[in-house]
């Protein structure tokens, strides 16, 4: 399903929304609101609406834990770090219990991070296969989403819940989920904004099935609802 809104705002308020309502739902019948975060900026405004009182108080904070779909393997502190811009934008701001953030710190090493992340969610999720109720998503203008990039060997690591990354070109490593862990959640929800991603996804969406050159396109709906985009009309604009 996608979702087209008049700007970056209506999107970002639209997000937010959706984080409140699918939390309201999963925490209806259950005890716990398992979501986990993209990085880059297209979500730091969502992020920073979490952390509004107008949003924050309708969120149930005590039963919500929150992971990341990837993490840039940098020092806490760095400013590409996607848990310092979460903890920034709202987690700093909202009352949720500090074990129940589960960043990936793989600034020392992501080999042994993807693996300590993967124990973590194995711990979690009582050994099943972790199963996010949401799970939110950028889209890279090549294509790329979470750090699953055009040509990555995670795409197709079936065996695997988390892998380290180490992109050609460019200077940092990185720990992404597997497509098979972000395909498992419940809700999958794309947030893109701006004319700068309209190719992508035109191609995404529109193109040949071809995860290995657009790995967004390993983001499939198990049903006709699981999968959502929330895009602005500057990101339609080629739709
Ligand atoms: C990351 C993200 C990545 C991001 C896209 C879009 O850690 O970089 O998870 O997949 O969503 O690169 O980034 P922007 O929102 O900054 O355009």
Known sequence: MIQVFPDFEALSTAAAEL?????????AVGERFNVALSG???????YE????????????????HVFWGDERCVPPDDPRNNFLMARRAFLDKV????????PIQCAASPDRAAHDYEKMLSDFFDGESPRFDLVFLGLGEDGHTASLFPGS??????GRWASAVHVRGQDISRVTLTPLI?????R????????????????VLSGPYDPDRLPAQAIQD??????????????????
């Open 188 to 203: 999958k929800v794309f947030i893109v904004s701006g004319e700068k991603k309209a190719r992508a996804l035109r191609e």
């Open 19 to 27: 984080f409140i309502y699918l939390a309201a739902q999963v925490l």
């Open 153 to 158: 060997s995670a795409i197709g690591d079936v």
């Open 40 to 46: 880059g900026s297209t979500p730091k405004r969502t």
């Open 222 to 239: 198990e049903d006709d609802s699981s999968l959502i985009w929330l895009v602005d009309k500057a990101a339609a604009s080629l739709l």
């Open 182 to 186: 972000l395909n498992q959640a419940s």
């Open 49 to 64: 609406l979490l952390g509004e009182p107008t949003f924050s108080s309708r969120i149930p904070w005590e039963k919500v």
């Open 95 to 102: 009352p949720i219990p500090p074990s129940q953030v589960h």
